[in-house]
Every structure is written in structure tokens, then in C-alpha cells.
């Protein structure tokens, strides 16, 4: 069974940086869509950056668009959100996710299939103070 665990959330002042890490472990697939989201009380989870492991597509939310980047280590089985010019809106809990790319998918099914993302890790808290 498959098990992500986030690390490096915290709190920083609006305009800071932070970069989140999604460690995991339990199971290996040669092609992975990878994901992070998020999730602020009231409201639903939404996909802010997703990756295709075998193409490296990637694809972000438009609010964090030139902000944040996804990226992957998959020799460490590791993916990164590197979030810079944060805002207070940015304030959430973040989620990464990963599942496997089913072979009739296509590489922007990583973002447009967030529902089917099989595995998640339990979150970790991002704060952003203005």
C-alpha cells in the first residue's frame, strides 16, 4: 500500500518562499501522475500543480501559476512544490497525491483526473501572514 508523507509547511510573512516535500514509499510504478492540492476550511480541495512522471507535462491552477513550481526526484521517490511570492490566500493545508498513469491516459489526465488520484499523504500546514 502506497504512503506519502509531506514535510515543510510553516509560517512565513506574505512574499516569502517555501518549498513543501511529498516523500513515498510502499509502491513503484514506471510512469506516475503526481499531484499537490490543497484545502482551506469550507471549502473543497482544489488541485493547484500536477505532473505527468514519464512526459514531465506539467500543469498548475491559474492562482498559482508563475508562483509555484511541481517538480520530481524519482530516484529519491520524492516531489517537490517550490511555492515563491506567497500571498495570505495561499493559506492552507496542502496535500500531495500520486497514482498510477493508466495506459489510455493522456498526459493532461494528470490534471483534469485529480478525483482518481489512489494515494495521499495527511497534510501539512502552510500559513502566510501579511
Known amino acids: 500500500q502506497g504512503q506519502l508523507v509531506e514535510s515543510g509547511g510553516g509560517s512565513v510573512q506574505a512574499g516569502g518562499s517555501l518549498r513543501l516535500s511529498c516523500v513515498a514509499s510502499?509502491?513503484?510504478?514506471?510512469?506516475?501522475?503526481v499531484g499537490w492540492f490543497r484545502q482551506t476550511p469550507g471549502k473543497e480541495r482544489e488541485g493547484i500543480a500536477t505532473?505527468?512522471?514519464?512526459?514531465?507535462?506539467?500543469s498548475y491552477h491559474d492562482s498559482v501559476k508563475g508562483r509555484f513550481t511541481i517538480s520530481h526526484d524519482t530516484a529519491k521517490n520524492t516531489v517537490y512544490l517550490q511555492m515563491t511570492s506567497l500571498k495570505p490566500e495561499d493559506t492552507a493545508v496542502y496535500y500531495c497525491?500520486?497514482?498510477?498513469?493508466?495506459?489510455?491516459?493522456?498526459?493532461?489526465?494528470?490534471?483534469?483526473?485529480?478525483?482518481?488520484?489512489?494515494?495521499w499523504g495527511q497534510g501539512t500546514q502552510v500559513t502566510v501572514s501579511s
Open positions: 510502499g509502491y513503484t510504478y514506471s510512469r506516475d501522475c
Open positions: 505532473a505527468d512522471t514519464g512526459s514531465g507535462l506539467t
Open positions: 497525491a500520486a497514482t498510477p498513469f493508466l495506459w489510455y491516459w493522456r498526459s493532461d489526465d494528470c490534471w483534469t483526473r485529480q478525483t482518481q488520484y489512489r494515494f
